[in-house]
């Protein structure tokens, strides 16, 4: 990554491979992308770290490194192995040490402990932020050999972090409304099947000769306001109150007047 031209090459590259990418693909392409960062920078392990909305503790997405050293675990807390460096990644702060344990300051016990342990000898870890929130962090390092870290280098190194980070974005954005769908679809068999449910006690109860016409009212009323309230007091659109009980908008309007119910104040106003 020494060389700006090979640089802008590699950026080009890995923006047009993410573009568009399935998103069932995104976690092979990052952790390939993550073994050829690590031979592009001449480092031994390459990691991916996720920031949940409001926690500091970087979570161990993807990683890489080469044969006979370790590699971090998907999963992992970052935050509890280094807890000195995540806090200043989690605050935005770069962290760039060419000289371990000497870079680290005295606060930094048990990094200095991993460091001794392991061998590790140079890290340049990289916030990435996206809508002025850190979400994300890259960072790599050395064993063998100690590594400087010049400020062009880790400009491109946040530029590459941005780029996987838009693609973890975009696989957890697809991933949240595939669940919702889910949650929308579940939700809308179940009323389904109490709205059959509670049509067939209707015309059960409109064949009881000594049923009396208020009490078939109360059934219908108590259902009808329970989809309603299910759906938030929403009538119109795919999933809401009228397609639920199967009735035309405007009928479902006319019934909820004869039967007596009105939105509640302070719910949204139903579409």
């Not at 001449?42 to 979570?59: I, K, W």
């Not at 050999?145 to 190194?157: D, K, T, V």
Request: aromatic share 6%; charged share 25%.
């Amino acid at each position: 990554m020494d060389d700006p031209a090979r640089f802008e090459a590699f950026l080009l590259d890995l923006a047009e491979r993410f573009t568009g990418m399935p998103i069932a693909q995104i976690d092979e392409a990052i952790g390939q992308t993550l073994r050829r960062i690590g031979e592009a920078m001449m480092t031994d392990r390459a990691t991916m770290l996720e920031f949940a909305p409001g926690v500091a503790h970087g979570r161990v997405t993807h990683s890489w490194a080469r044969p006979g050293f370790e590699h971090m675990p998907a999963g992992m807390d970052a935050e509890r192995a280094f807890p000195w460096s995540i806090a200043r990644v989690s605050r935005g702060e770069t962290v760039a040490l060419e000289h371990l344990p000497a870079d680290l300051p005295a606060e930094a016990g048990i990094e200095r402990e991993y460091v001794r342990a392991t061998g590790f000898k140079s890290v340049l870890t990289v916030p990435v932020a996206i809508g002025g929130q850190i979400v994300c962090a890259l960072s790599t390092g050395t064993f063998r050999l100690y590594h400087a870290w010049p400020a062009s280098l880790i400009a491109r190194f946040r530029v590459t972090g941005q780029i996987l980070a838009s693609a973890i974005a975009r696989e957890r954005a697809e991933e949240h409304l595939q669940q919702r769908f889910e949650e929308i679809a579940e939700r809308k068999t179940r009323l389904e099947s109490e709205n059959a449910h509670l049509r067939k006690e209707i015309r059960r109860i409109e064949k009881m000769p000594t049923s009396p016409l208020r009490a078939l009212d109360d059934v219908e009323r108590d259902h009808v306001r329970a989809v309603l309230e299910c759906c938030g007091w929403k009538i119109n659109g795919p999933g809401h109150a009228a397609e639920i009980l199967g009735l035309h908008p405007n009928t479902l309007r006319f019934r909820m007047k004869k039967l007596g119910l009105a939105r509640p104040k302070g719910t949204a106003k139903r579409s």
